[in-house]
């Protein structure tokens, strides 16, 4: 099956540092995904890519689609202490049948940061 | 407009005992999602529905493990008999048709302690 590989696995740095976190995957995804997860919540989406190459912004959290489509990386710019929590990257593959919906899940980057 | 609504928040119970999980998704989505997270797994798909009907339920663990959507506002996960290594945060996520963006829409989760 797919496997996508999220690192670093956590994260411990100051505010007002930038971040970095990247996931690639052993095959080709036609979306990437990026989710917060917040304690005690459920993942929020914060970008989705859709085509390979493409770069997209929202607010200090930029995101890229890989050209190959089997990576994605996000950048969080300027960290402030609301940005702790777990993010997600998330891969979609092609449906393979009728009804069918693949997306994969990366292990999470977790993201502590020290006022 | 009301998210995914899941029940119950939390639920302690002892191994050996039936536990029942609730969902109810957003109201027009037709693709309806079982997910497990736990430290050491992260995030595992355990069964999704497309209009009800199960279309792949190969992520659950064990005949133990059963889930229903008797109809397209509702569905249950049901664990019979459960044990302590069943416990973790239970998601439930939906999302529209065939010609969604890709993104999932969590529930708060059910943390399930299985003593």
């Known amino acids: 099956g797919q496997q996508l590989n999220q690192s670093p696995q956590s994260m411990f740095i100051q505010e007002g540092e930038d971040v970095s976190m990247n996931c690639t995957s052993s095959?080709?995804?036609?979306?990437w995904l990026w989710y917060k997860q917040d304690p005690g919540e459920g993942p929020v989406l914060l970008i989705a890519?859709?085509?390979?190459?493409e770069l997209t912004s929202n607010g200090r959290l930029t995101a890229q689609f890989g050209i190959t489509r089997k990576d994605s990386f996000l950048n969080i710019s300027a960290s402030i202490p609301s940005d702790v929590g777990i993010y997600f990257c998330?891969?979609?593959?092609?449906?393979?049948?009728?009804?069918?919906?693949?997306?994969?899940f990366g292990k999470g980057t977790k993201l502590s940061v020290i006022p | 407009d009301a998210g995914v609504i899941q029940s119950p928040r939390h639920e302690v119970t002892e191994m050996g005992q039936e536990v029942t999980l609730r969902c109810k998704p957003i109201?027009?989505?037709?693709?309806l999602f079982w997910y497990r997270q736990t430290m050491m797994r992260g995030l595992e798909l355990l069964i999704y529905?497309?209009?009800?009907?199960?279309?792949?339920d190969s992520g659950m663990p064990e005949d133990r493990f059963s889930a229903k959507m008797p109809n397209a506002s509702f569905s249950t996960l049901k664990i019979q008999p459960s044990e302590p290594r069943d416990s973790a945060v239970y998601f439930c996520?939906?999302?529209?048709?065939?010609?969604?963006?890709?993104?999932?829409?969590f529930g708060e989760g059910s943390r399930l302690t299985v003593l």
């Open positions: 095959s080709i995804f036609n979306t």
């Open positions: 529905f497309n209009n009800n009907v199960p279309i792949d």
């Open positions: 998330a891969g979609k593959a092609p449906p393979s049948g009728a009804g069918s919906y693949q997306l994969t």
């Open positions: 890519l859709y085509k390979a190459g």
């Open positions: 996520a939906s999302i529209p048709g065939e010609l969604n963006t890709g993104e999932l829409f």
């Open positions: 109201s027009g989505h037709d693709y």
